[in-house]
Structure formats: structure tokens, C-alpha cells
């Protein structure tokens, strides 16, 4: 079974540039996560989709960032424009049907965000 | 609101020896405990979860952990490291109503293995 897959895995902008991370959860999750892990810290739930919809996305800074999920599987992440502290890596996961603890959350390898 | 305390930053353990990671949670109700491992270049991987009933959980690969109520503790414990064990570990409480599931993470414990 395939996992979690992100891309791309590492990406280096510009500040003021745009910029999106594409997230494939596994087949069957109706739910997806995006986390934020700055260095040193542990990640930070931005948003949480259950099938197409955001039902937690009291962390993301929507004055920058933007989320979708078409379809209820595929999500992008963007960030414009980029700050210097947008730096980190972004995480992707996705969890089974229940949407509680029960369904243990799958983590993709993440995307190395890089803001000069 | 939940949170999660690892006190140590950097842990070094000789290969064979045996190894505790510590965590202390901040959580009101009875809470769901996790530790994750994150390898370099890898996504973080379960290792084990406390829900409720046994406080000493198994878990992958050897790992084991022990919730302590009275001392808002769930430590993670191998009894012999293995060089391959040198990850970044990240212990994580869950909460809020039924059927919301949020993870709060700790900002993680670097473990390295010397010879």
C-alpha cells in the first residue's frame, strides 16, 4: 500500500513568490491533515479536511495561506506571498473514516520550504 | 487547552543500553498519548498510543511506554538501543470533543546512539 506522497520534496523561493505543496493522502482516507514543523519544534495542525470539506482550520493564517481539497481526495497548500518566516517543513497526513483517535494518522515525508 | 513537555532536547545512549524518553502532558480529561519517530527524510511513524485501561503500552519495533496519571507522565522506554533507533522522537496528546481529533505535539527529543 502506498503511502502519504508529497512534492515536491524540497523547494526554495524568493520572498513575495508564491508557492504550492501538493499533498496525495492514502486510498480510502477521507481525512487529511497539513501540519506546519518549524525547526526544532514538533508539528502544528494548520487545517484538517474531512472528505472535501475544512472543519479545523483555525491555524492557518488566511491572509497568506489557502487550502483545497478537490474531490475529497487531492489537497494543495499555498502560501502568497511567501515570508522569510514561512521557512519549515509542511507536513501532510491523512487518517481513516471515523475522524477520531481510533484511526491512526499516516505522515508523508513533508516538503522543505526555503524563503531567501 | 492540552499541551506536551519534553524536557530533553538531546539524549545520547551507548548501543545496548537502555533508553527513557520523557514526556509530561497538560490535558483536563483523560487523554489520548502517542509517540511518534521521525527519521531523517521520513515521515513520522507511529510507535505507540495509550487510549485507555493497561498503563504499560507495547509498541513498535521494541518500544514501550508507561502512562502515569499521577504524574501526567508517558515515558517511552527500549531496554537495548540500536544504532538504527537514532531518530528524532515526538510525544503528542489528543483531545477535544467527540469525534475531533487534534494532535498537540511536544518539540521532540533527538536521540543518538554512540558505539
Known amino acids: 500500500e502506498a503511502g502519504v506522497v508529497q512534492s515536491p520534496r524540497y523547494k526554495i523561493i524568493e520572498k513575495k513568490q508564491p508557492v504550492a505543496f501538493w499533498c496525495n493522502p492514502i486510498?480510502?482516507?477521507?481525512?487529511l491533515y497539513w501540519y506546519l514543523q518549524n525547526l526544532g519544534q514538533g508539528p502544528e495542525l494548520l487545517i484538517r479536511y474531512e472528505n472535501e470539506e475544512a472543519v479545523d482550520d483555525s491555524q492557518l493564517p488566511k491572509d497568506r495561506f489557502s487550502a483545497e481539497r478537490l474531490k475529497g481526495v487531492d489537497s494543495t497548500l499555498k502560501i502568497q506571498p511567501a515570508e522569510l518566516g514561512d521557512s519549515a517543513v509542511y507536513l501532510c497526513?491523512?487518517?481513516?473514516?471515523?475522524?477520531?483517535?481510533?484511526?491512526?494518522?499516516?505522515f508523508g515525508p513533508g516538503t522543505r520550504l526555503t524563503v531567501l | 487547552a492540552q499541551s506536551v513537555t519534553q524536557p530533553d532536547i538531546h539524549i545520547t545512549v551507548s548501543e545496548g543500553a537502555s533508553l527513557e524518553l520523557r514526556c509530561n502532558y497538560s490535558y483536563g480529561a483523560t487523554p489520548y498519548l502517542f509517540w511518534y519517530v521521525q527519521s531523517p527524510g521520513q515521515g513520522l511513524q507511529l510507535l505507540l498510543k495509550y487510549f485507555s485501561g493497561d498503563t504499560l503500552v507495547q509498541g513498535i519495533k521494541g518500544f514501550e511506554a508507561e502512562f502515569k496519571r499521577s504524574q501526567s507522565s508517558f515515558n517511552l522506554r527500549k531496554p537495548s538501543v540500536h544504532w538504527s533507533d537514532a531518530a528524532e522522537y515526538f510525544c503528542?496528546?489528543?483531545?477535544?470533543?467527540?469525534?475531533?481529533?487534534?494532535?498537540?505535539f511536544g518539540t521532540g527529543t533527538r536521540l543518538l546512539v554512540s558505539p
Open positions: 497526513a491523512s487518517s481513516g473514516t471515523s475522524g477520531t483517535f481510533l484511526d491512526e494518522q499516516f
Open positions: 503528542a496528546v489528543g483531545g477535544g470533543n467527540t469525534g475531533f481529533q487534534k494532535l498537540v
Open positions: 486510498s480510502g482516507h477521507n481525512t
